[in-house]
Structure formats: structure tokens, C-alpha cells
């Protein structure tokens, strides 16, 4: 079964700081894993889309890595900001191009 | 440039109303789609548009139904609300593969 599991389920750090986000999968075949922001109260917005034969991708203070061949991917947010506080979700299109969603992340950064 | 834009913000209705969702893009895309978001749960798709004058079913489509008026709008209706129906409703475009753009959501309450 097609499927998309992201640790943890929640996150409390303090402004400033790095944490690491974590995406595993287990959708097969694989053609690309998606980042998305969402704002409390707002749509998804995308952050980075990295595709098979990316190991890392960067988008200002997020990194976003992969790894195929254990199906895991991890986001990391350098240096934390009030603004940051949001869900991330972990996004993979399926064999019929729908997208699986991840259940998300919440992080709260505090001053 | 407006991107997605969703109408209403907020809706409240009693069990067996109707209503209607509006979304319009103004970036030209041919895919859109209807994603419901409920808490501990990854978004879900309802309904989706390829193109204009074609629809098809997601993984939650029961209790909806969607028409692509033109390639700039789709809408979402329920045609006799469910409190199971109570839920945030998304709309997005985009073009295939690429990274989806979200409106900025519905929070429907069935009472």
C-alpha cells in the first residue's frame, strides 16, 4: 500500500535553532517527493520538489534531502524563525499520479 | 496576480442544505482539483479536472459533486450536507507533475 509517514507528529523549538524534519515512504514506483508549508489557516504552499536523482535541495533556510534507496526524505530549517511555525507536509505522487499526502508536521517556534 | 481564489471563507449549514464551492485560477493551468482536510488526517482528493469539460473521482467522492465550467473555474457541490461532511476544503491547480498551487480554504460545519 501506497503510503507516507512523517516524524514527528508535532515539534516545539525555540527561535533560532535547527531541527530536522523526517518523510518515509513506501510509494512505489517513485518519480518525485514534494515539500509543502501550510500556514495555520491557509492553503499548502510548495517549497521544494526533488526528484529521483537529487540527493539535496535548497530553498533559502530549507534543505531538503532524499535518499531512494531507503525511501526516506528529511527537511532541515536552519536557524528557526517565528515564521517557520507551521505544518510541513511530505507529498508523492502515485503510479496513477495522485498525490499521497503525509499526515504533516506541526512546529511551533517560540522567542 | 490572485493565483487561486476560493469563495466562501466560512460556511455553516444544517444537515440536508446544499452549497456550492467556488474556485477560480488565473494562471492558466488545465489540472484542478478538490482536496477535503481533516485533523490527523494528509488531504484527500474528492475530485479532480484534467482539462476543461473532463472530471473524475478521487478517493473520497461520495456526497459531491464538481463542474468545470470553464478552465478558469471549478466548482465543488454538495448537494445535501452531512455533519460527516464537516471538513476544510481545498482547491488547487496546477500543471501535471509540477507543484500544485492551493487556495486559501473553506471551513465548512455541517450541523
Known amino acids: 500500500k501506497n503510503q507516507v509517514e512523517q516524524s514527528p507528529q508535532s515539534l516545539i523549538i525555540l527561535e533560532g535553532k535547527n531541527c530536522t524534519l523526517q518523510?518515509?515512504?513506501?510509494?512505489?514506483?517513485?518519480?518525485?517527493l514534494r515539500w509543502y508549508k501550510q500556514d495555520t489557516g491557509r492553503g499548502p504552499v510548495s517549497l521544494t520538489i526533488m526528484t529521483f536523482s537529487e540527493n539535496t535541495k535548497s530553498n533559502g533556510r530549507y534543505t531538503a534531502t532524499l535518499d531512494a534507496d531507503t525511501k526516506q526524505s528529511s527537511l532541515h530549517i536552519t536557524a528557526s524563525q517565528l515564521s517557520d511555525s507551521a505544518s510541513y507536509i511530505c507529498v508523492i505522487p502515485s503510479n496513477t499520479d495522485k498525490l499521497i499526502f503525509g499526515t504533516g508536521t506541526r512546529l511551533q517556534v517560540f522567542p | 496576480n490572485a493565483g487561486v481564489t476560493q469563495t466562501p471563507k466560512f460556511q455553516v449549514l444544517k444537515t440536508g442544505q446544499s452549497m456550492t464551492l467556488q474556485c477560480a485560477q488565473d494562471?492558466?493551468?488545465?489540472?484542478m482539483y478538490w482536496y477535503r482536510q481533516d485533523p490527523g488526517m494528509g488531504l484527500r482528493l474528492i475530485y479532480y479536472?484534467?482539462?476543461?469539460?473532463?472530471?473524475d473521482k478521487g478517493e473520497v467522492p461520495n456526497g459531491y459533486n464538481v463542474s468545470r465550467l470553464n478552465k478558469r473555474e471549478f466548482s465543488l457541490r454538495l448537494e445535501s450536507a452531512a455533519p460527516s461532511q464537516t471538513s476544510v476544503y481545498f482547491c488547487a491547480s496546477g500543471r501535471f507533475n509540477e507543484k500544485l498551487f492551493f487556495g486559501s480554504g473553506t471551513q465548512l460545519s455541517v450541523l
Open positions: 494562471m492558466n493551468h488545465n489540472s
Open positions: 518523510c518515509n515512504y513506501t510509494v512505489s514506483p517513485f518519480s518525485n
Open positions: 479536472s484534467a482539462s476543461e469539460g473532463t472530471t
